[in-house]
Structures are given as C-alpha cells and as structure tokens.
C-alpha cells in the first residue's frame, strides 16, 4: 500500500482564514517530505519540503509540522486566499531510493478557499 | 515549472491506437521521471530514465507501455493499443539526479474513446 496518506479529502475555507491540510505516512524510516500545489489542468509545483530532523519549517504564508512520534504531518497556510484553492499533496521519495525525483505521493487534499 | 514542456497538452486516441507523449526537460537536467494521475487520485510513478537509459521501470505496465529518452530529443512514453483504462493524465518530472528537486510539466491528458 501508500506509504503515505491523508485524514481529509476536502477542505472547505473562507478568504482569510488559516487552512491546515494533514498527512500521515507509516514508514518511520522515512526522512524527507514535500508539499506539492496542483492546481486545475497543471502540473504540482512544489510549495515547501522538510527533513526528519526538524519539527518545523516556515516557507511565506505556510508552515509544514512533522511529529515523527505519530508519523504525521502537517501543511498550514496562512490567511488563505482564492490563489490557494488547489489540491495539496504530500509527498516523499521512495524510500531507499537515490533520486528526488521518484516520489511516493498521497492522495490529496481538495482546498477551497471562498471570498 | 515552465522548463518543462510536455506534449501534446491533449491527445484522443481510440481503442487500439497508439499513443506517444512527449517531454522535454528543463535545460541542463538528464533525468526524466514519467507519472499517471487517475481523476481524483495522486501521481502514480511509472519509470525513471537518463539519458538512453532506464533506471527503474518498477511502475509501468509489462505490456503495452514503453519509454525511451534518446540522447538527442525528447524522452518519450508510447501506449500501444490503448484501451479506455489508459485514459489518465500523465506527467513527466526532471532533475539532474540524486537529491535535486524534481520540476514537473503540465501534464498531457489521455482521453481514449
């Protein structure tokens, strides 16, 4: 199965807000994570990644959490706008492999951001 | 990002056609790494190549699919005898190997009727 995954398919948000997308993963060996943002018709672009040996990292507007005690993660945007709505992956590379380019990806979060 | 350029953005092929998607990295990267997005689902790898080479096919169908990255042009994902299941989109990444970050294109999506 995935190795990686996600609690909620759907988040539904006004303009302004603060949106948190989570993730889970069940390989604690696991050492890397990205965010991806895919909007409609496009390809994901990455928005921020983090290593297993930070708790925390903070890109603009978003914040990524790991706690590898329950392997999961977390994206947070702040005061999310319209530009946001998107579909939020997680995302890590395969395991044992030499490549950031071979990437194990969950199965997203639709967020919605209404004005 | 916009180094990558994948072609064409559409294509429709009926069942039993052949259908070849292109990509081309971004300058510089040698590495492609070709993905299949069923509607409402994540990217699923498919093969990972470098120049004329093929790393790791683990995620491609044994039949039908093959892949190819010349040393001279794009690198190339051929569906032979498509079948509706096959409708998808597919996305290609590239990097220049190891641990660099991977750029995506935007995708061709496959319809077959």
């Known amino acids: 199965g995935e190795s990686v995954g996600l609690h909620l398919p759907t988040l539904s948000v006004q303009e302004g807000d603060n949106s948190i997308i989570n993730c889970a993963y069940s390989?604690?060996?696991?050492?890397?994570f990205i965010w991806y943002k895919q909007e409609s018709g496009k390809g994901p672009q990455f928005i921020i990644d983090?290593?297993?040996?930070?708790d925390k990292r903070q890109g603009q507007r978003v914040t990524v959490l790991l706690n590898k005690t329950v392997k999961h993660l977390s994206l947070q945007i702040a005061a999310t706008q319209p530009g946001d709505s998107a579909v939020y992956f997680c995302?890590?590379?395969?395991?044992?492999?030499?490549?950031?380019?071979?990437?194990?990806f969950g199965q997203g979060t639709i967020l919605t951001v209404h004005p | 990002n916009a180094g990558v350029m994948q072609n064409p953005r559409h294509l429709v092929r009926r069942r039993g056609q052949e259908a070849r998607l292109r990509c081309s990295p971004v300058?510089?990267?040698?590495?492609v790494y070709w993905y299949r997005q069923l509607p409402e689902e994540g990217l699923k790898f498919m093969v990972y190549l470098q120049k004329e080479n093929i790393i790791d096919e683990s995620g491609m169908p044994k039949e039908r699919f093959s892949a190819e990255f010349p040393k001279e042009g794009p690198s190339i994902l051929r569906i032979q005898q498509v079948v509706r299941g096959d409708s998808a989109a597919y996305f290609c990444a590239t990097n220049q190997g190891g641990d660099t970050e991977a750029f995506f294109g935007q995708g061709t999506r496959l319809t077959v009727v």
């Open positions: 300058k510089g990267h040698s590495h």
């Open positions: 390989n604690s060996a696991s050492d890397y």
């Open positions: 995302a890590e590379p395969n395991a044992g492999g030499t490549s950031y380019g071979k990437l194990t």
């Open positions: 983090i290593r297993s040996n930070m």
